[in-house]
């Protein structure tokens, strides 16, 4: 059975920093992409960030470049989201997706909030 588990999310001042964590399970881990993506209201889902499976590859949107930092620890089945200099814009519900295949996404978490307010 797979499983996808978010956590780490909460309220933060704007400036503030986040890690999110992503568990996942029922999967090889190791030999899939991990990524984030978000969804504000009333606003379309985005990529956030992605990783390959051994974390050689790396992209991330635009809007968080030079912010963010995707991870991932394969002896843990683990993958971060390291979140600095948060914006009230940053403010979404963030998914992580595992994907069998680049920019693929198989499987879904069920999401945890990040708000940015002061």
């Known amino acids: 059975q797979v499983q996808v588990v978010e956590s780490g999310g909460g309220l933060v001042q704007p400036g503030g920093s986040l890690r999110l964590s992503c568990a996942a399970s029922?999967?090889?881990?190791?030999?899939?992409?991990m990524s984030w993506h978000r969804q504000a209201a009333g606003k379309e889902r985005e990529l956030v960030a992605i990783?390959?499976?051994?974390?050689?590859?790396?992209s991330y949107g635009d809007s968080v470049k030079g912010r963010f930092t995707i991870s991932r620890d394969n002896a843990k089945n683990t993958v971060y989201l390291q979140m600095n200099s948060l914006k009230c814009e940053d403010t979404a519900v963030y998914y992580c997706?595992?994907?069998?295949?680049?920019?693929?996404?198989?499987?879904w978490g069920q999401g945890t909030q990040v708000s940015v307010s002061s």
């Open positions: 029922g999967f090889t881990f190791s030999s899939t992409a």
């Open positions: 990783i390959s499976s051994a974390g050689r590859i790396i």
């Open positions: 997706a595992a994907g069998r295949l680049w920019m693929k996404f198989d499987y």
